[in-house]
């Protein structure tokens, strides 16, 4: 996985790079919420996305260097909705710093001098309106994609898509997320597969198809090859986020950048919370309730939790979930012309399989 | 008037036939999501956006029908700040009706069976939701106006221009109101006048410039006559939201459609307020302050609050200013050419100045 780790650091420079001199935020005032619109597109992270798009480009005989502009506006997309999902899971950590909402918090406390309940409320705020910048910003870098020799009719097109089905299956998907835990019926695998399509696989699809259109000039994303490509993301998205949920139990805290549990405090029905209440006698169903919806997870709750999902099976079968998600997003790819970018699209879904981080 | 009222009426009918056919929402889930993102824009008010952007599109001579899609799209612009705005500011009415975190609220009350607590927080965290799918939608429109026959340039050049200079305007002046109330020192006079040319004009002049623009197929908006056509929106924003203000106090609850006092619960450094600080004496500058920031306003709150207003003749100064502004507007228009569409614009800004609702 050499190779895949080197060019997913390169692609992450080269967008990291065009994001971090991009003049958009510069208008912005205060200079607080500039800085907010700034910071989760500057902090890096893995930048899965534009690598996605980049590398789906050149899969299909693209010119890379053509989609880096539309790349960074995936990337740009991708946290605006990070911004707004952190304030409605009440997250505090993003990538090993503090959310949007709580670094605009702490800047309210100390700058401001707010008292505790004035600032949690002015970094809500604030954060919401960060998300509404970066989500124009996205679209303003998508359009401004027409200068880098993308047809004006393609650039409407993709524009178009992500304002569309992108957004409404994203926001779909984050919106059954959040009420999935008070519905009154646990849904069933079936359903938190189809919502985690919204949530993580929509834009996912979205840049394996913008990175494919643009190469072959087209906008036939029902029709081979984009559609294949679209099947390995949405499969990819899944089990990347199969993953995810694994590692917010399993996943060492200093490494994972997220606080340990948080699903569980939330009380989300994760296929592994599932796959556990389903195998678990009475007995062991309680003591998994009795985990959920705490106040915090100290080392205790995080090891019986830990337990409870490795004896009763939950963990391998969702790994297992997981693995098959990954298999078949590497077979939906066989179609596609061989070739370098090829291979790492075909690497990543291994590369997923396996992260820790 | 009347002959503006009917056009107004007109205007804002065929605009919503168009907004209420539209399919866009139907994909969102789930159902409540879907209610939400229709709701403001389907609720009506004065939609005295797209009245604009269509009678600048006629006065400049071109084809209103052709902007249609274009000004439904700014209406709905607008109604994705209002729903983040409302959650800001905390506001529980919007043209007389539950505003959409306080309906979501209700319906996770009733439907879901929340506690208080949990049934606020969901009516915030899908009312964030919908406003960021209704930036999408609006943005969608507006790109779906290449099949009303404006050339594929030009609405690149309006999409990218109300994802960047409005967008950016917009929100740091929503930022900037929402910050001043905590600044030690309270803003100028001319803070909130630049506070308001972003919060309220930026969009009015994205009106009349993209109607102005079609009709010309320009995007000239440095030059006569967009550059006219954007002052007088500009200062047309500013004496509506003067007047907005006087209203939030002097108005009449059961026609305002908002709660009245807002403002000063929020403890906003309005015009309309930093001038009677500027007049009244110490005494009473001590009665206005312990007016503002309470918890709720009765009859006997708004009536020292209007009186204060009133004999320190900072209501009068506040509507002087508003009338100053409506009139440099009705100036700015003096150069386009003469016409029906060109006298309902100019009508517009007395009846701002005399609206009572």
Same mark, same amino acid.
């Given at each position: 996985?050499?190779?895949?780790?080197?060019?997913?650091?390169?692609?992450?420079?080269?967008?990291?790079?065009?994001?971090?001199?991009?003049?958009?935020?510069?208008?912005?005032?205060p200079?607080c919420?500039?800085?907010?619109?700034?910071?989760?597109?500057?902090?890096?992270?893995?930048?899965?996305?534009?690598?996605?798009?980049?590398?789906?480009?050149?899969?299909?005989?693209?010119?890379?260097?053509?989609?880096?502009?539309?790349?960074?506006?995936?990337?740009?997309?991708?946290?605006?909705?990070?911004?707004?999902?952190?304030i409605?899971?009440?997250?505090?950590?993003?990538?090993?710093?503090?959310?949007?909402h709580k670094a605009l918090e702490a800047h309210a406390a100390s700058e401001l001098k707010l008292d505790a309940a004035s600032a949690s409320a002015y970094g809500r705020d604030f954060a919401i309106?960060?998300?509404?910048?970066?989500?124009?910003?996205?679209?303003?870098?998508?359009?401004?994609?027409?200068?880098?020799?993308?047809?004006?009719?393609?650039?409407?097109?993709?524009?178009? @898509?992500?304002?569309?089905?992108?957004?409404?299956?994203?926001?779909?998907? =984050?919106? *059954? +997320?959040? !009420?999935?835990?008070? #519905?009154?019926?646990?849904?069933?695998?079936?359903?938190?597969?189809?919502?985690?399509?919204?949530?993580?696989?929509?834009?996912?699809?979205?840049?394996?198809?913008?990175?494919?259109?643009?190469?072959?000039?087209?906008?036939?994303?029902?029709?081979?090859?984009?559609?294949?490509?679209?099947?390995?993301?949405?499969?990819?998205?899944?089990?990347?986020?199969?993953?995810?949920?694994?590692?917010?139990?399993?996943?060492?805290?200093?490494?994972?950048?997220?606080?340990?549990?948080?699903?569980? @405090?939330?009380?989300?029905?994760?296929?592994?919370?599932?796959?556990?209440? =389903?195998? *678990? +006698?009475? !007995?062991?169903?309680? #003591?998994?309730?009795?985990?959920?919806?705490?106040?915090?997870?100290?080392?205790?709750?995080?090891?019986?939790?830990?337990?409870?999902?490795?004896?009763?099976?939950?963990?391998?079968?969702?790994?297992?979930?997981?693995?098959?998600?990954?298999?078949?997003?590497?077979?939906?790819?066989?179609?596609?012309?061989?070739?370098?970018?090829?291979?790492?699209?075909?690497?990543?879904?291994?590369?997923?399989?396996?992260?820790?981080?």
């Amino acid at each position: 996985l050499e190779t895949l780790f080197e060019e997913l650091k390169s692609a992450s420079e080269m967008v990291g790079a065009l994001i971090s001199n991009d003049s958009f935020p510069c208008g912005v005032e205060p200079a607080c919420l500039r800085e907010a619109v700034r910071a989760y597109p500057a902090r890096g992270g893995k930048r899965l996305r534009p690598a996605l798009l980049m590398w789906s480009c050149g899969a299909l005989g693209g010119d890379v260097t053509k989609v880096l502009r539309i790349a960074a506006a995936v990337e740009i997309y991708h946290n605006w909705t990070l911004v707004h999902d952190d304030i409605i899971d009440g997250d505090s950590l993003r990538r090993g710093l503090p959310t949007t909402h709580k670094a605009l918090e702490a800047h309210a406390a100390s700058e401001l001098k707010l008292d505790a309940a004035s600032a949690s409320a002015y970094g809500r705020d604030f954060a919401i309106l960060a998300g509404d910048v970066q989500q124009a910003w996205s679209l303003d870098l998508m359009l401004r994609s027409v200068d880098d020799g993308v047809p004006g009719w393609l650039v409407n097109s993709l524009a178009r @898509r992500i304002c569309s089905a992108v957004n409404r299956e994203l926001i779909s998907g =984050e919106a *059954l +997320d959040v !009420e999935f835990p008070f #519905r009154a019926q646990t849904p069933s695998k079936d359903e938190v597969v189809k919502m985690l399509c919204g949530k993580t696989g929509a834009i996912l699809k979205f840049c394996v198809q913008a990175g494919g259109a643009v190469a072959l000039e087209s906008c036939a994303f029902d029709a081979s090859p984009l559609r294949e490509l679209g099947e390995f993301a949405m499969k990819l998205g899944i089990a990347f986020q199969l993953i995810d949920d694994h590692l917010g139990v399993f996943g060492e805290p200093s490494e994972f950048g997220k606080p340990i549990c948080s699903d569980l @405090r939330e009380g989300k029905p994760t296929i592994l919370v599932i796959e556990a209440m =389903e195998r *678990l +006698d009475a !007995e062991g169903r309680e #003591r998994l309730k009795s985990l959920l919806r705490l106040k915090s997870y100290g080392d205790a709750e995080i090891s019986s939790a830990r337990e409870l999902f490795r004896s009763s099976g939950a963990e391998r079968a969702n790994l297992d979930l997981a693995a098959k998600y990954a298999e078949e997003s590497k077979s939906a790819l066989l179609t596609l012309p061989d070739g370098r970018f090829k291979t790492l699209l075909s690497e990543l879904s291994a590369y997923i399989l396996g992260r820790n981080v």
